[in-house]
Every structure is written in C-alpha cells, then in structure tokens.
C-alpha cells in the first residue's frame, strides 16, 4: 500500500472509531422525543457539528435525516485528500442522495408540506447533482418537481407515474431504484478490474434478492413474472440458485434457500425480520470487513460510506420508534449495531 493510501486508511479507521456505540444506542433509546434526541447527538456525539445551528425544541424529523445525511458527504470531501481514490466511483453516491431528495419532495406533495429537505452540502456534490437543489424549498407542486428534474430520467420515471391527483409513490420508488443500480453496472463495466466491483456486485445482487422476496411474498407473483422483472446477477448467486429461489413455493422456502447460500453466513434465520433489515445486516458486515483489511482505497472508503449510512440508519429508525412509541425491544431489534 501506498504511503499516501496508508494515510487514508488510518484517517478513515480514526474517523470510523467515532462511530456510535452499543451504550450511545441504548442512551438514545431511552429519550422522549426528538428535541432529547437531538440534544444527545450535540452533545455526546461526533454529530454536535452538524447539528449546532439546530434548535432541539424546533427540530423536524426530515430536517435532522437531511442533516446527518449531508454530514456523511463532508466527511467523504474531507477523506478523499488523504488518498489516491477515485472521485468517480461516488458518482453512484450522487445518484442515491439525488433519489432521496425526490422521494422525500415526494412525499411532502403527499402531505400537502413545504418540502424539508437540507441544501446545504458539500461544493464537489452540489456541483455533479443533475439539478439545482437550490430549487427545491420553493417546489409547491408536481409540476414544479417535474421542471427541476426536466430532461433527467428522473422526469421520465415522475411524470410516468404521477399526476396533480395521484401518485403512485411505490413505483416511482421502485424505478428510481432499478436506475440506480443500472448505474452502478455501469460502473461495474467501466471498472471492472478494481476490488471494489465485489462490493459493487454484491449490493447489486442483493437487491435482486429483495426483489424477488418482495415480489413471491407481497404480491405472489409467479416464476415467470419474478423472472420477467427481475435479472440474475450470477455473483455470488449462480444460476440455479437463482432458478430455486424464483421457484420456491412461498417467502419461507425463499428464506431457507437464501440462508444457505454464500450470504446466510451474515445473518440468523431464526432472527429475520424482515428482508431489508438482513439486506443491511450482509451489507454492513461486508463493509466492516473491507474497511479493516482492504488495501484498495476505493474499496475503503465505500465501505466507509456504507456504515456511516446504516449509522444514520439506526439513528433515524430510533427516532420514529419514540414518535410511534414503539416498544424498547421492538426498536433495539432494528438497529443494525456494527
């Protein structure tokens, strides 16, 4: 490894040592609301920083995941000196902040709200977003969302699916979703001789995984449809796997084919909660890995973005647990604790 890249790997592992731990989650858990919330991240935390403008008793749930969200992007622009990765591969991070953003302006429309969603991010993001982000406090209507994203496939994906009267929120979730990871293949084309592609691959696969579990349990779809809408990755997933888990009878016989694959060893059949929980859980463990013994600096710092996202993860899960004053248990046993 480079001198420069041991730089970076010690820079990325000193930062990761910040990271919240198991008694901060359970200090968390014990809080209110969100203003205590809030209030404990300031305070005990390495998030007192970009929250400091925030007023606990004003603080707004979307605000705060904005916030912390963007606090994840500072980080990387200050991490990236330290070594010779490529900004390019963050292309794919882009893309999945640019999603968020228009979900939730979608999900304001829905509710009749001014959309809260931050602007304030770094330069190096803000610079390669495929819209001015500078737009969206003043979005009111559809129409407005389709004018800012105009030209994008993202208008294509909006004004598909949506009008003044209704939108169908969970397909356009959907499709910006399957864009998003046809822009990480392309990626994966682009750069296949780097280590990072396994990573790469393995979010990839995974994704066709919840696919097809969402679409045997949640819809019944048969083998034919799942395999229409679906496209098998061959990863770590060959093609008769992939055939036995479209064919299995129901989410159960799915589960236990899936268990017994190269990722069961992630995750306890007996503890599934529900597919995009396990999903993280094989994701982060994956990450947690790579960031510790991984010599490609590429390699280290998605790693490192993708814990940072299921540490906001967890914070944002424990805050709509005291909104909905979900039990204790029910909201520990979410929580994806690296």
Known sequence: MSRENQALASKVKSIFGNRLLASDYEALLLKNNLADVVSYLKQETYFGDCLQDVTESLAHRAEIEGLLSADIYSRFARLIKYGSASVSYYEYGIVRHEINQI????????????????????????????????????????????????????????????????????????????YYYKIIKSHLRQKSSSKLTTLFK????????TKIYRLKKYFKADAKDIRDLTVQTNFKINKATYNNLVESRDDQEFLKIFSETYY???????????????????????????????????????????????????????????????????????????
């Open 103 to 178: 979900l939730a302006i979608l999900r304001s429309l829905k509710l009749n709200a001014s959309p809260r969603v931050i602007t304030k991010l770094p330069v190096y993001v803000v610079k390669h977003m495929s819209f001015n982000v500078a737009l969206i406090p003043n979005i009111k209507t559809l129409d407005d969302l389709l004018n800012m994203v105009k030209g994008s496939e993202y208008e294509k994906i909006i004004s598909q699916n949506a009008t003044s009267n209704n939108v169908d929120y969970l397909k356009i979730e959907a499709l910006l979703n399957d």
């Open 202 to 209: 393995a979010r990839t696969e995974l994704y066709t995984i």
């Open 264 to 338: 069961g060893r992630f995750f306890e059949l007996n503890n599934f909660l529900f597919i995009e929980h396990t999903v993280e859980q094989i994701m982060l463990k994956l990450s947690l890995q790579n960031l510790y013994f991984a010599q490609d600096p590429d390699l280290m710092l998605f790693s490192y973005l993708e814990l940072a996202r299921g540490e906001v993860e967890n914070i944002i899960n424990i805050v709509e647990g005291i909104r909905y004053e979900l039990p204790k248990d029910e909201i520990r046993n979410i929580l994806i604790i690296i």
